[in-house]
């Protein structure tokens, strides 16, 4: 496509429920990465995906977020059993690679757990 | 441990003034630098990166390796660019290759 795509732009979720957010990103791009961006905490590494390689995940605050990258394509990333603390926007980006040439970002989906 | 540091979390400047905004890193290979800015309401974009030694919409950075600095600057600032800016950090090695390591972002507000 010719943007990164995001899907919800938004949704609102009662505590303790699973919600599942898309990503699209733009035809060809080989590497993946799930951002989250709070109110202070400016923006914060969640997981990243290069082609076939094992994702690093180094960055998924707890074993409630997973993500996974089906066909080297569109990409889910899914936070269990929310909480309050998990509100935020939830940004999505991809690249060429890891060539440093910067990213391309989508519009985010903003998560309200309630 | 790589690091970017932005000490100024709100910049205000009147229209026409020059401006600056500061950002530090921490890293001990040789990163590749960016700013990012998010206007309201739209997402976040590519401003500038320092291997491209380019000037977008008026603004430039200089990467000071010796005091490891990559401050972004415009000499007369626009109502336009009141924005967030983020400058982010990409490593040159292993898992800090291709990986963007962002500061906690800087709000402009130019005044009329």
């Known amino acids: 496509g010719a943007g990164v795509s995001q899907s919800p732009s938004n949704k609102v979720t009662e505590k303790g429920k699973d919600v599942e957010l898309r990503c699209d990103p733009i035809?060809?791009?080989?590497?993946l990465y799930w951002y989250r961006q709070s109110l202070g905490q400016g923006l914060e590494f969640l997981i990243y995906?290069?082609?076939?390689?094992?994702?690093?995940k180094s960055g998924l605050p707890s074993d409630r977020f997973s993500a996974e990258r089906t066909g080297g394509s569109v990409s889910t990333l899914t936070i269990q059993r929310t909480q309050q603390e998990d509100s935020a926007v939830y940004l999505c980006?991809?690249?060429?690679?890891?060539?440093?040439?910067?990213?391309?970002f989508g519009s985010g989906t903003r998560l309200t757990v309630v | 441990a790589q690091r970017v540091t932005q000490p100024e979390k709100l910049l205000s400047v009147f229209k026409g003034a020059p401006v600056e905004l500061k950002c530090n890193y921490s890293?001990?290979?040789?990163?590749?630098l960016f700013w990012y800015v998010q206007y309201s309401r739209q997402r976040l974009q590519l401003l500038l990166r320092?291997?491209s030694r380019e000037s977008i919409k008026g603004f430039t950075a200089d990467l000071n390796k010796g005091e490891t600095s990559f401050h972004l600057k415009k000499p007369f600032a626009q109502e336009e660019d009141s924005a967030m800016y983020y400058c982010?950090?990409?490593?040159?090695?292993?898992?800090?290759?291709?990986?963007?390591?962002f500061g906690r972002g800087t709000q402009l507000t130019v005044w009329p």
């Open positions: 980006a991809s690249s060429l690679g890891p060539q440093r040439y910067g990213y391309t």
């Open positions: 035809s060809g791009h080989t590497a």
């Open positions: 995906f290069q082609g076939n390689s094992a994702p690093d």
């Open positions: 890293y001990s290979g040789s990163p590749e």
């Open positions: 320092h291997i």
């Open positions: 982010a950090l990409s490593g040159d090695r292993g898992s800090t290759l291709g990986r963007l390591y």
